[in-house]
């Protein structure tokens, strides 16, 4: 007898088939999940940091270094070359002005000193042999004219008469013309001894002028010689601090080699190196502030370097009051540099997300704090305390502000673990 053979409803083959089935639609399905929902990211509190955006006082400024430098300094280079004989102070020591500090030696110069010496002295000599011949001729000229006076008169005396003799018939012609002649003769002479005498005293006084004023030259040279010979003497030229002396007894300095400074004790200013990339923002005027002492002091660009070197340019800030106390040259001051007035802002804590970011975008945490979403913004101004807030947040919204390095850019939340 036959028996009938009942078909199943479910076969293995077909339950594979649905199976595999299924797996591909939880498959595409978690695809599409995964393409088009946000990705989420677990992180332990305790492990970022979270800063609150607020209003507040914004100042744009930047932290800068300067080294404390005396307002005043005086380089001290020799005036002579020369061998130094002797230090007379050492580095460091407080001077007076006029006060003594090197003692140079030179030969050379000392000799010049002493033939300059010897010229004038026989300038003199000269001087007073060529003033006594002057004197000397001019009383041999005062008694040739005393003769030449005394014969005019005879002959004058002898003509007149010899006039009146004439005139009685006493006398010839003869004889009236030799007296005539005599006289004439006698008022030449005169003439002559006496345009003599005034270029005799025309000459003297201007050989005594040329002499005077050889003289005089000379005196010059030799004052400036004498001063020549005195700088090897070096003197403070102020009263201040000696620093930087570079000299030893025996060592042999050129005329202009540096060798040392005086720095004016009391007024100090202070040298900053700021980075070009604020070139375009620092001028005259500018305050900063330094702490010193637990004590803040305002200071006041007032000199721009603008040479560039090795990608830094200097300013020369004074302390807009007195400087502090026991401040010192070369010390180095921690100085907040404003570039900006202070003015009202919607401010957010620096951080380490910046360097991921660029200030595009920040994760803001929900209202409980147990997510932190992917949020726009935009920033503006900073200073190493804060960004400008410019869009994106509000005040009292809470960001995630430290290093966000360890998150994916395509990282939509971050599930806050307590």
Same mark, same amino acid.
């Given at each position: 007898?036959?028996?009938?053979?009942?078909?199943?409803?479910?076969?293995?083959?077909?339950?594979?088939?649905?199976?595999?089935?299924?797996?591909?639609?939880?498959?595409?399905?978690?695809?599409?999940?995964?393409?088009?929902?946000?990705?989420?990211?677990?992180?332990?509190?305790?492990?970022?940091?979270?800063?609150?955006?607020?209003?507040?006082?914004?100042?744009?400024?930047?932290?800068?270094?300067?080294?404390?430098?005396?307002?005043?300094?005086?380089?001290?280079?020799?005036?002579?070359?020369?061998?130094?004989?002797?230090?007379?102070?050492?580095?460091?020591?407080?001077?007076?002005?006029?006060?003594?500090?090197?003692?140079?030696?030179?030969?050379?110069?000392?000799?010049?000193?002493?033939?300059?010496?010897?010229?004038?002295?026989?300038?003199?000599?000269?001087?007073?042999?060529?003033?006594?011949?002057?004197?000397?001729?001019?009383?041999?000229?005062?008694?040739?004219?005393?003769?030449?006076?005394?014969?005019?008169?005879?002959?004058?005396?002898?003509?007149?008469?010899?006039?009146?003799?004439?005139?009685?018939?006493?006398?010839?012609?003869?004889?009236?013309?030799?007296?005539?002649?005599?006289?004439?003769?006698?008022?030449?002479?005169?003439?002559?001894?006496?345009?003599?005498?005034?270029?005799?005293?025309?000459?003297?006084?201007?050989?005594?002028?040329?002499?005077?004023?050889?003289?005089?030259?000379?005196?010059?040279?030799?004052?400036?010689?004498?001063?020549?010979?005195?700088?090897?003497?070096?003197?403070?030229?102020?009263?201040?601090?000696?620093?930087?002396?570079?000299?030893?007894?025996?060592? +042999? &300095?050129?005329? =202009?080699?540096?060798?040392?400074? %005086?720095?004016?004790? @009391?007024?100090?200013?202070?040298?900053? #190196? *700021?980075?070009?990339?604020?070139?375009?923002?620092?001028?005259?005027?500018?305050?900063?502030?330094?702490?010193?002492?637990?004590?803040?002091?305002?200071?006041?660009?007032?000199?721009?370097?603008?040479?560039?070197?090795?990608?830094?340019?200097?300013?020369?800030?004074?302390?807009?009051?007195?400087?502090?106390?026991?401040?010192?040259?070369?010390?180095?001051?921690?100085?907040?540099?404003?570039?900006?007035?202070?003015?009202?802002?919607?401010?957010?804590?620096?951080?380490?997300?910046? +360097? &991921?970011?660029? =200030?595009?975008?920040?994760?803001? %945490?929900?209202?409980? @704090?147990?997510?932190?979403?992917?949020? #726009? *913004?935009?920033?503006?101004?900073?200073?190493?305390?804060?960004?400008?807030?410019?869009?994106?947040?509000?005040?009292?919204?809470?960001?995630?502000?430290?290093?966000?390095?360890?998150?994916?850019?395509?990282?939509?939340?971050?599930?806050?673990?307590?």
């Amino acid at each position: 007898m036959d028996r009938k053979i009942e078909q199943k409803k479910w076969s293995k083959k077909k339950i594979m088939l649905i199976a595999g089935v299924a797996g591909l639609v939880m498959l595409i399905v978690a695809s599409i999940y995964a393409t088009t929902g946000n990705t989420k990211l677990n992180v332990e509190a305790e492990r970022i940091t979270i800063s609150e955006v607020k209003q507040g006082n914004f100042q744009e400024f930047i932290p800068v270094n300067g080294v404390v430098q005396p307002l005043t300094s005086i380089y001290l280079d020799a005036a002579e070359g020369g061998r130094v004989e002797e230090k007379l102070v050492e580095d460091g020591a407080i001077m007076k002005k006029g006060q003594p500090i090197l003692r140079l030696s030179n030969t050379d110069l000392q000799l010049s000193l002493v033939q300059q010496e010897t010229q004038v002295y026989n300038l003199i000599t000269q001087m007073q042999i060529a003033k006594n011949a002057s004197q000397q001729n001019r009383i041999t000229n005062l008694n040739q004219m005393t003769d030449v006076d005394n014969e005019l008169k005879e002959a004058d005396r002898v003509y007149t008469l010899n006039k009146k003799l004439y005139d009685k018939k006493a006398i010839g012609l003869q004889e009236l013309k030799q007296s005539e002649n005599a006289y004439n003769y006698q008022m030449a002479k005169k003439n002559l001894a006496t345009e003599t005498i005034s270029q005799d005293a025309q000459s003297s006084k201007q050989q005594l002028v040329q002499a005077q004023q050889s003289y005089n030259g000379s005196q010059n040279a030799l004052s400036v010689m004498r001063q020549k010979v005195g700088d090897l003497i070096v003197r403070a030229p102020v009263d201040g601090q000696l620093t930087s002396l570079d000299a030893e007894v025996g060592q +042999n &300095k050129n005329k =202009g080699e540096r060798l040392g400074q %005086l720095d004016v004790i @009391g007024d100090y200013k202070v040298r900053v #190196d *700021i980075d070009e990339h604020y070139i375009n923002r620092i001028y005259n005027g500018l305050e900063g502030i330094a702490t010193i002492g637990g004590k803040d002091y305002l200071l006041t660009i007032k000199k721009v370097y603008t040479q560039v070197a090795n990608g830094k340019f200097s300013v020369d800030m004074a302390f807009e009051s007195k400087a502090p106390d026991g401040i010192r040259r070369g010390q180095t001051l921690q100085i907040r540099l404003a570039l900006s007035d202070e003015t009202k802002a919607l401010l957010l804590a620096r951080g380490g997300f910046y +360097n &991921k970011t660029g =200030g595009r975008w920040v994760y803001k %945490l929900s209202s409980d @704090g147990s997510v932190a979403y992917k949020t #726009d *913004i935009e920033l503006g101004r900073q200073n190493p305390d804060y960004f400008e807030v410019m869009s994106g947040l509000k005040p009292g919204d809470k960001v995630v502000t430290s290093s966000y390095e360890n998150y994916g850019e395509d990282m939509q939340e971050l599930v806050i673990k307590k």
